[in-house]
């Protein structure tokens, strides 16, 4: 255990909070949508961190820091994440772990990629099957086609509904992860890194797909800082499943978002419980945990609890845990960028995003990362 941070563990779990809502629940309208996925035309192209900040010469700690609040947005280094927090604060991390979840493979298709998803049964994942890291799918694939990986049976089983690119596949996942698994990477990776550049020093579940980024950044060193500074940390649990889908929501009136698993630990539903009480700030590290969080809200407030979430943050489904946000810079037209906007306000994430865009911030999970401080009335309310 990290000094200063509850783990999720999972041991002695209460009654799951199960949040099956779908993703039209409460909708937005299609103006509303896209218009909170909106970006800046000079960030349709952002500059992708295309290696870890320490095959760069930099330190995990040494990446830059955007600080927006409603007076505007300041430059600074992530080491400088304490002065930016007040006494009383809280993070709440995510402490899942990464696994090595591309899995080469071959069938009659030809030699392919299949990224694990989300584990959703015994031997039992949703998956994405792709042509490379490089070029997604979907591939000429009907239930009951079979792929090698690493001389494991992969049976597909079905299509999820109203994502052409993701399948329900059977598969002893732990033996192909061990013989074959690499890290999830993408296009604007060109080398290969260990699995544990992938991973947060929080991490301590095994179960995302891909790196839960937000938390990269941090060390001991930082963590040291917050706690001289009387920030508190905690934890919960999100498996994130691929991001690539994201790349193909242009309205959150359809995404079909798959189920992730999460839990959130009787000790830190307890800390934010009380760090709202006495005046201080919930600060998500990653919109993994904001979307944690508010799938635990029962009758108000943040219950212990877990289970699997569909939960989409955007505009007209604001967040009603959270006070501020650590996170990466997103794709244009990502439902990520919809959360900001229900945080922090549509106009603000358009200026910062202009300003990252003008700053040689990078972007991606190796890249710079983004504060998110607005103002909060008397009452605590955003």
Known sequence: MIAGVARSGGHGAPGPVLDTAAPSDAAPSRRG????LWTPPEVTAPRAASA??????????????????????????????????????????????????????????????????????????????????????PLPLAPGDRLDVG?????????????????FVRVDASTAMARVGRPIRY?????????????????????????????????????????????????VT??????????????????AMPPEPFFVPRFTARAVRHTRRHGGRVIAVGTTVVRALESAVARGRVCAGGGFTRRVVHPRRRPSVVDGLLTGFHEPRSS??????????????????RVAAGGSYLWHEFGDVHLLLPERDRDGAR
């Open 33 to 36: 949508a896209t218009e909170a």
């Open 52 to 137: 870890p900040p320490e095959a760069r010469g930099l330190r995990r700690d040494e990446v830059a820091l955007l600080v927006s609040g409603d007076d505007g947005h300041r430059h600074a280094g992530f080491l400088d994440l304490p002065e930016h927090l007040g006494r009383g604060d809280l993070l709440v991390v995510n402490d899942s772990a990464t696994l090595p979840a591309a899995l080469p493979a071959s069938g009659a298709v030809g030699d392919v990629a299949l990224h694990l998803s989300t584990r959703v049964g015994a031997d039992l994942w949703l998956a994405e099957p792709r042509w490379s890291a490089e070029r997604p799918g």
């Open 151 to 167: 001389g494991v049976e992969a049976r597909l089983v079905a299509p999820y509904p109203r994502q052409p690119r993701l399948w």
């Open 187 to 235: 296009g604007y990776v060109p080398g290969t890194y260990p699995l544990r550049s992938y991973q947060s020093i929080f991490a301590a579940v095994p179960g995302s797909a891909e790196m839960p980024s937000a938390g990269r950044p941090f060390s001991t060193r930082v963590l040291s800082r917050l706690h001289q500074a009387g920030i508190l940390v905690a934890s």
């Open 238 to 255: 999100l498996h994130t499943g691929v991001s690539s889908l994201e790349h193909d929501a242009t309205d959150l009136e359809h995404v």
């Open 336 to 353: 990520h960028l919809a959360l900001l906007s229900a945080l922090a306000g549509d106009a603000s994430v358009r200026d910062a995003y």
